[in-house]
T-cell receptor, first 111, second 112 residues
Framework: EDQVTQSPEALRLQEGESSSLNCSYTVSGLRGLFWYRQDPGKGPEFLFTLYSAGEEKEKERLKATLTKKESFLHITAPKPEDSATYLCAVDGSGNTGKLIFGQGTTLQVKP | ETGVTQTPRHLVMGMTNKKSLKCEQHLGHNAMYWYKQSAKKPLELMFVYNFKEQTENNSVPSRFSPECPNSSHLFLHLHTLQPEDSALYLC???????????FGDGTRLSIL
């Protein structure tokens, strides 16, 4: 059964304190791994798609990496506006659009 | 308007009521999705539509009835709901089924 586990559940950082969020997955054949950001009262906002081990994507202070078993979302020198819940999802369905989501990591960055 | 728009944003209904949730996307996408987001649980896929045809029903109870009249509009008809159906219902769309999905801001549903 396809499964996605994110850790930690919650993370508190001081402004400028870099860290990483983890997304471990079990899927028969990975078609894509997606990272989203969700602010309170809003829908998830798409950040990155990764398709194969070794692939990396960057956007401002965020960098996503992928191995055969997990993905990391590295946050460099975070700011308070980076506070949000970060969701990871995998598509192992053969391109049916059926994404399996993790429970998310809630990040709080204090000034 | 741009993106994915969901109405209403909030809905309170009794267990015997019938209501509908509406989703409209202005992105020219061909696939649309309904998700349920409950507190402390992962996002859960409910239905997938591709070019107006339903391609996935994730064992959703029949009290939830989707409708996709065209590639830009998606409805979720609700009837005889249970208290455990209280949740945030999110709509998403993508260019094709293997492309990134873009979400609306959801309808917060409360069942009395």
């Amino acid at each position: 059964e396809d499964q996605v586990t994110q850790s930690p559940e919650a993370l508190r950082l001081q402004e400028g304190e870099s860290s990483s969020l983890n997304c471990s997955y079990t899927v028969s054949g990975l078609r894509g791994l997606f990272w989203y950001r969700q602010d309170p009262g809003k829908g998830p906002e798409f950040l990155f798609t990764l398709y194969s081990a070794g692939e990396e994507k960057e956007k401002e202070r965020l960098k996503a990496t992928l191995t055969k078993k997990e993905s990391f979302l590295h946050i460099t020198a975070p700011k308070p506006e980076d506070s949000a819940t970060y969701l990871c999802a995998v598509d192992g369905s053969g391109n049916t659009g059926k994404l399996i989501f993790g429970q998310g990591t809630t990040l709080q960055v204090k000034p | 308007e741009t993106g994915v728009t969901q109405t209403p944003r909030h809905l309170v209904m009794g267990m015997t009521n019938k209501k509908s949730l509406k989703c409209e996307q202005h992105l020219g996408h061909n696939a649309m999705y309904w998700y349920k987001q409950s507190a402390k649980k992962p996002l859960e896929l409910m239905f997938v539509y591709n070019f107006k045809e339903q391609t996935e029903n994730n064992s959703v109870p029949s009290r939830f009835s989707p409708e996709c009249p065209n590639s830009s509009h998606l409805f979720l008809h609700l009837h005889t709901l249970q208290p455990e159906d209280s949740a945030l219902y999110l709509c998403a769309s993508s260019q094709f089924q293997n492309q990134p999905q873009h979400f609306g801001d959801g309808t917060r549903l409360s069942i009395l």
